[in-house]
């Protein structure tokens, strides 16, 4: 921030700091120096004054003393040569009578940040871990994470890592957490501080005495542990049983975390905790803080995506205040389109019928979405609302309806009528580009049964000149020739205007090329034009994929109780904009979590290898499908069951505990229909680092 | 860990930053403001990520307080660590406000140096902060030989929260329980959601170490005691026992105590704190039902009947009642008549405010209005909002009813009848909501 009059300020300062009667005057002196410290904060540069602060550092005051430290901390990097004089007077204040003044001398030598002062600080250091106050070897513990963390090349002295460990048996409940988390920064490279079954029985003993940070901190610590023996991990277990329930979301969800990685090996255990921490998170998401609910709300999603009935009967918890931010209203439609079923689904969708009329024109979109999630189940409860909401005539909410209407009709091609009747006179009150958009392509795709549709693409090419959006241009042009193609005499004239327009005046490449494209193709013949535009109809078979598969748990316990399932959703709420359905529907979501992690340029070894299999006996795409995703091979898309050849393309990566990178492994199984039956599976594996394994199918 | 701590005003200016670890530039301090105090549109999350650093921030009045971090740290820790902060601070100088902060802006760096170390949470409970915190030129530059002491023996004995050698000559002991209900209630009267969240504040004034023991009506307790007492005193006592779906304690409760014969003992910190935060769903006693009737007469006008019903004892009053009923955005004007109280149309918040003193348990009070309204061209549907309620009533809306709450101490010579106890009952509305 510029501030004005800087230097005038500086310069004042250093002559009131000069001044004897001012150093005399206790008072003075330190109102001077909090002014200092003020036009720090300001963001004055005041890094001049660092002799004069250096001088004022001697004192006896501890008030002057702390302001002179948070200078002094702030501008030592600056200031490496003068930084040396203040070590002295740190190094007497170590050997003062009051902790206070001890500790406070320790922490401000460490936070220096000066690697030129590390030798200096090296044995006040390690007589504070032996200090008898407490307070001090608090600072002193930490005092050498931050050592380490200033010159991590240099090794810290095997000693000092001996007396860290043996301070972990301290009895300062924080001194002990101080320690896991020193240990935890200098020994990152060997993997963090070594957990073995009597710091692991010690911690847990003592984990009652800590407060909340510490308890979150060794639960954290603890879940590299493996029990081992049985016994034991039910032992570990039952002694958690009570932080599993405790009020407080951080420590509840730090133990679930713990006690999901404990039981990695028993799905049946993990089943049985995230059951019982079900209360405990109801609560969090109906605290008074609205970012506690947030949190909440994100980690409930995750749970959901393996038990999706966890939360069935307490839908109404979910249901939205009016004046809640919008980014809780959104997840909790998230999570509300989770927990339909037959018995509240007319509950449910009454109270998101509500939602749509939202102030927040986003809430009321994203209600919208979620009652076209809604539909692929109950399609015809939702179309009714759907279609009633048109009749508000406004526009963000006619848009939102309409790209819905959209993605559900690809879906479930049975509510095309109900749609295709609702599409009359909604083109008034369109106004942004997505939904028109939307409006086109299902003119486009249905427009024999929608008997405006070419008054109303009339209306669209009329104005094209002053379309600025290239989406809705490229659409208008595939609309207008799918709809040639059912209804071509009411349609041919305006396509010839409109193809002229675009090849002969548009001047956006895109938009002219996909014009000379069907120009082209016009001249192919109408056979080879219907071919190309009508190829890809919506797929009834589709709908298999939409009952997402329980995820087992390991899929995201080791994100559970991070950010990462905070940033999934705002992920997942931006690419819900999007273009026709045929390109973007079908991402099957399990696959969200590696998306981010995969790149091109690391895909190592293509292998194109051909397994011929043996005849299997006959039996439906579904139970196959099923009997696949027993062994974690994930459906990706397939065509439609009575073509031939008929295709599947398939996924399915490694989830190791310990691999920094997991493989992706993306195979094609092609159905020739010749008998015997062949199967070919080609794999992409893609990795990062771990190098390419061709691991076999056995199909 | 927290890699920095910000507080910005309202137009993002700076008021306090520290940075606690060197992954944390100095630049973090800029990217949040432009990227989300300066932002156009609403916030999306409490969550922001920029340039790979988390930013988690949460507003008090028009404070921002920001804790930026790089490694991806446990979500609900940082929060919780900031709302405590936020207490922290509303402790040493009351309201969060912007003046506040400027005021005690060094107080608050030596809070910040306190509370955090490299990033790790320290000690966050204000009773032992207060030692280590030398407020702002009131204490003298010598600590004390007493002193001292008492600073080596906070941080090495057991009890964090409390000094020895305190003294009083009146014992004296102040428990409220303040509780906010709310409410999500349909136009038709159903409850959509209900709950309360109450809080148990202490204030104590006592000599020595004493020993406390607590002790409300919670169903399981109750049960378990009539159990041994024999089954009329249960049937007796039942109705008037209350489900706690879950509660949280102040450090001094021993938690082992309570989890093995749910007995709430402790030797309380001296001054005020927080005893214990608790949650019901059931069985809650609204203390007002809203009934909403609304009429669209034509384009122009909208008939709107509300009527409050008090549902409590009659011997008992309600205080400070306020109904907010809101209005369209073309409102033109308002006719009201009300029964009971003051009713006022007021154009900048949209909503008729009808404010009454106090009501008497077990009565009934309405107001309607007719509201006119601009013809407009805009086709936007009016969302109403629903009806919202404030009020104070002088009982707890979960039913919870302190029994007993002694004092024991050994050392000294008073004995639990000396200490003079104060029970106060609080039941504020929360968000309580009708949709109408």
């Known amino acids: ?699 | 860990m927290i890699g920095g701590l910000f507080i910005y005003n309202h137009k993002g200016e700076v008021l306090i930053s520290r940075v606690y670890r060197d992954d944390i530039g100095r630049n973090a301090v800029d990217a949040f403001r432009v990227n989300v105090i300066h932002a156009r549109q609403q916030v999306r999350s409490p969550v922001t990520n920029i340039a790979r650093t988390s930013f988690f921030h949460v507003k008090r009045s028009n404070i921002w307080l920001a804790a930026a971090t790089k490694q991806n740290v446990n979500a609900a820790m940082v929060f919780e660590f900031l709302y405590k902060m936020c207490d922290v601070m509303t402790a040493y100088f009351g309201k969060i406000s912007e003046e506040n902060v400027k005021n005690n802006f060094v107080l608050i760096y030596e809070l910040l140096d306190e509370i955090l170390d490299f990033g790790y949470p320290q000690n966050s409970e204000t009773g032992a902060l207060k030692t280590f915190i030398t407020q702002q030129g009131i204490k003298s530059q010598h600590h004390s030989k007493e002193e001292q002491s008492q600073i080596t023996s906070q941080v090495t004995g057991q009890i964090g929260w409390r000094r020895e050698g305190i003294k009083y000559r009146r014992n004296e002991l102040f428990l409220d329980v303040l509780e906010s209900v709310n409410l999500l209630m349909s136009p038709q009267g159903q409850v959509l959601s209900a709950h309360v969240s109450g809080r148990v504040v202490m204030k104590s004034y006592l000599s020595g170490m004493p020993e406390c023991k607590f002790g409300m009506n919670d169903k399981i307790v109750i049960d378990k005691q009539g159990k041994g007492g024999g089954s009329e005193d249960a049937a007796k006592s039942g109705k008037q026992s209350i489900a706690i779906d879950d509660c949280t304690f102040h450090q001094c409760v021993r938690l082992s105590k309570f989890d093995s014969e749910r007995s709430i003992s402790f030797i309380p910190p001296d001054g005020e704190y927080e005893l214990m935060r608790y949650r019901t769903t059931k069985d809650i006693i609204l203390p007002f039902r809203v009934i909403p009737l609304v009429r669209e007469v034509g384009r122009t006008k909208l008939e709107v009947k509300v009527v409050i019903k008090s549902n409590f004892k009659s011997s008992l009053l309600a205080q400070k009642i306020e109904v907010r009923v809101p209005t369209p955005l073309n409102t033109s004007g308002v006719q009201l008549i009300c029964m009971k109280g003051k009713a006022k149309y007021k154009a900048s918040e949209n909503a008729i405010v009808w404010k009454i003193k106090r009501m008497a348990g077990m009565k009934e009070s309405q107001i309607s209005a007719e509201i006119e309204l601009l013809p407009t061209n805009d086709k936007k549907k009016w969302a109403r909002p629903p009806i919202s309620m404030n009020f104070e009533v002088p009982f707890a809306p979960s039913g919870l009813k302190v029994r007993y709450l002694k004092v024991f101490e050994p050392k000294l010579n008073y004995s639990d009848h000396d200490v003079i106890k104060w029970v106060r009952y609080i039941g504020r509305s929360g968000i309580y909501e009708t949709r109408c």
């Not at chain 1, 200033?150 to 090794?155: G, N, P, T, V």
């Not at chain 1, 605290?287 to 409930?300: P, Q, V």
């Not at chain 1, 939602?355 to 009652?371: F, G, K, L, R």
């Not at chain 1, 905070?566 to 973007?584: A, D, F, Y």
């Open chain 1, 1 to 699: 921030m510029p501030y004005l009059g800087g230097e005038e300020t500086v310069r004042e300062l250093r002559r009131a700091l000069s001044n004897p009667n001012v150093q005399s005057d206790q008072l003075r002196y330190r109102n001077t120096i909090l002014k200092v410290i003020r036009a720090m904060s300001q963001g004055v540069d005041m890094s001049g004054l660092f002799s004069e602060m250096v001088k004022a550092c001697a004192t006896v005051d501890v008030v002057q003393k702390k302001l002179v430290y948070v200078f002094l901390c702030s501008y030592a990097a600056l200031n490496p040569e003068l930084s040396l004089l203040v070590i002295n007077t740190l190094r007497k204040d170590c050997q003062d009578p009051n902790p206070m003044v001890r500790s406070l001398a320790l922490r401000n030598m460490t936070n220096l940040r000066l690697p030129s002062l590390v030798e200096y600080v090296e044995q006040p250091l390690a007589a504070g871990l032996r200090d008898r106050a407490a307070c001090v070897r608090r600072v002193a513990v930490l005092g050498w994470a931050k050592l380490h963390n200033l010159q991590a090349s240099s090794e810290i002295d095997a000693a000092v890592v001996n007396e860290l460990y043996s301070l972990l048996r301290d009895p300062d409940p924080v001194v002990m957490v101080n320690c896991l988390r020193a240990l935890e920064e200098i020994l990152k490279d060997e993997g963090g501080v070594a957990i073995n079954k009597p710091i692991t029985h010690h911690l847990l003993n003592r984990l009652k005495e800590c407060d909340i940070w510490g308890q979150c901190q060794v639960l954290r610590v603890l879940q590299r542990y493996r029990p081992q023996s049985e016994d034991e991990l039910f032992d570990i277990l039952s002694l958690l049983d009570a932080s599993l329930v405790s009020p407080h979301p951080p420590i509840m969800a730090a133990t679930l975390s713990l006690f999901l990685s404990l039981c990695s090996g028993q799905p049946a255990v993990s089943l049985a905790a995230l059951e019982r921490v079900r209360g405990p998170l109801l609560a969090a998401c109906g605290s008074g803080s609205r970012e506690m609910r947030f949190t909440a709300l994100c980690h409930i999603q995750l749970l959901l995506r393996s038990i999706p009935g966890l939360m069935g009967a307490h839908y109404k918890r979910f249901f939205c205040g009016y004046a809640e931010p919008a980014y809780i209203k959104q997840r909790k439609m998230q999570v509300l389109v989770e927990l339909v079923n037959d018995e509240n689904v007319a509950m449910l969708l009454d109270e998101l019928k509500g939602y749509c009329t939202d102030v927040n024109a986003e809430t009321a979109q994203a209600a919208i979405t979620a009652i076209g999630r809604i539909g692929r189940s109950y399609s015809d409860r939702c179309l009714e609302i759907l279609t009633g909401l048109l009749g508000l005539k406004q526009d963000h909410i006619t848009s939102a309806v309409v790209q819905t209407m959209r993605d559900l009709v690809w879906v479930c091609p049975q509510c095309s009528d109900t749609v295709c009747f609702a599409l009359e006179g909604c083109e008034e009150t369109l106004q942004d580009s997505q939904g028109r958009q939307a409006l086109l392509w299902l003119l486009g795709v249905y427009g024999e049964r929608v008997s405006s549709a070419p008054y109303t693409l009339e209306v669209f090419i009329d104005g094209v000149r002053s379309e600025a959006s290239l989406g809705v241009k490229m659409e208008l042009l595939t609309a207008t020739m799918r709809l040639f193609l059912c209804r071509p005499a009411e349609t041919q004239d305006m396509l010839g205007r409109l193809l002229h327009y675009c090849i002969e005046e548009e001047t956006d490449m895109c938009v002219r090329d996909q014009a000379l494209l069907y120009y082209r193709l016009l001249h192919c013949g109408i056979e080879e034009t219907r071919k190309v535009l009508q190829g890809r109809r919506s797929d009834p078979s589709l709908g298999v994929l939409i009952g997402r598969p329980a995820e087992p748990v390991s899929q995201w316990a080791r994100s559970f109780n991070t950010l990462e399932p905070l940033r999934q959703g705002s992920i997942e709420t931006e690419s819900v904009s999007r273009g026709s359905p045929e390109h973007t529907m079908f991402d099957p979501k399990p696959n969200a979590d590696l998306s981010n992690t995969l790149d091109c340029s690391r895909i190592e070894k293509v292998h194109s290898e051909c397994v011929r299999c043996p005849t299997i006996p006959r039996c439906s795409p579904q139970s196959l499908q099923a009997a696949m995703q027993l062994v974690n091979i994930q459906t990706l898309a397939f065509t439609p069951p009575q073509t031939l050849p008929w295709r599947v393309y398939l996924y399915t990566h490694t989830c190791l505990d310990d691999a920094p990178h997991s493989t992706l492994i993306l195979g094609e199984l092609l159905y020739t229909g010749e008998e015997p039956q062949k199967a070919e599976v080609h794999k992409g594996s893609a990795d990062g680092g771990v190098g390419a394994e061709g691991i076999e199918d056995d199909m």
